[in-house]
């Protein structure tokens, strides 16, 4: 988990509000992902970026989430209008390049969502 | 459908005996996969990879086994510590870093 920071690690919000949760990747990587864990299930994908680029959306909700990786500062995910379902472990990770080519992934200490 | 599955939640090991973690898979397509260690409140951690290139992966007490034939592999732990109590994730990389994980189980090393 070295190398990975999320912040913060709990945020508490009442439905409605926005949920910002912060993720400044490895150094040297340049590829991030967002993971959620829901209460008693496993971790699901949710996207993944490069800077600047969003590779692959297909695990992210269609409304009220959004994720961004820019070119300076790090990868922001963003829960609008948040409900109690939003309630769960985000984690992200980083990998130097592709998984798969030799690389690997390596994960954050996650960020908690509470919704009330 | 469950595209990677551990079927036992939950293993318990006497400290120094062998544990072994089981994880099945239905897409052949792709053929890289991980496993990571995670506890309560922590991010998951790395543990150990394989591609389909090699059966076996071996890193100190940590072996992955592969049987491609019947989409199987297998973590085996040893000797089993108490330290290595933890929930045990199989992942499957569905190209590019979109990792597909198992249900996880739950592993117990009793001293």
């Known amino acids: 988990n070295a190398g990975v920071m999320q912040n913060p690690r709990h945020l508490v919000r009442r439905r409605g509000q926005e949920a910002r949760l912060r993720c400044s990747p490895m150094?040297?990587?340049?590829?991030v992902y967002w993971y959620r864990q829901l209460p008693e299930e496993g971790l699901k994908f949710m996207v993944y970026?490069?800077?600047?680029?969003?590779?692959?959306e297909s695990g992210m909700p269609k409304e009220r989430f959004s994720a961004e990786f820019p070119k300076e500062g790090p990868s922001i995910l963003r829960i609008q209008q948040v409900v109690r379902g939003d309630s769960a472990a985000y984690f992200c990770?980083?990998?130097?390049?592709?998984?798969?080519?030799?690389?690997?992934?390596?994960f954050g200490e996650g960020s908690w969502l509470t919704v009330v | 459908d469950q595209q990677v599955k551990q079927n036992s939640p939950s293993l318990s090991v006497q400290e120094g005996r062998i544990s072994i973690l089981n994880c099945d898979y239905t897409?052949?397509?792709?053929?890289?996969f991980l496993w990571y260690k995670k506890y309560p409140a922590e991010g998951p951690t790395f543990l150990i990879s394989?591609?389909?290139?090699?059966d076996k992966n071996e890193d100190g007490r940590f072996t992955v086994f592969l049987n491609k034939s019947a989409k199987h592999l297998s973590l085996h732990i040893v000797p089993s510590q108490p330290g290595d109590s933890a929930v045990y994730f199989c992942?499957?990389?569905?190209?590019?870093?979109?990792?597909?994980f198992g249900q996880g189980t739950e592993l117990s090393v009793k001293p």
């Open positions: 990770a980083s990998s130097p390049g592709p998984v798969g080519s030799g690389n690997t992934i390596y």
């Open positions: 150094k040297g990587h340049s590829h």
């Open positions: 970026l490069q800077k600047e680029n969003i590779i692959d």
């Open positions: 897409n052949s397509m792709f053929d890289y």
């Open positions: 394989i591609s389909s290139i090699k």
């Open positions: 992942a499957q990389d569905n190209q590019g870093g979109k990792l597909i």
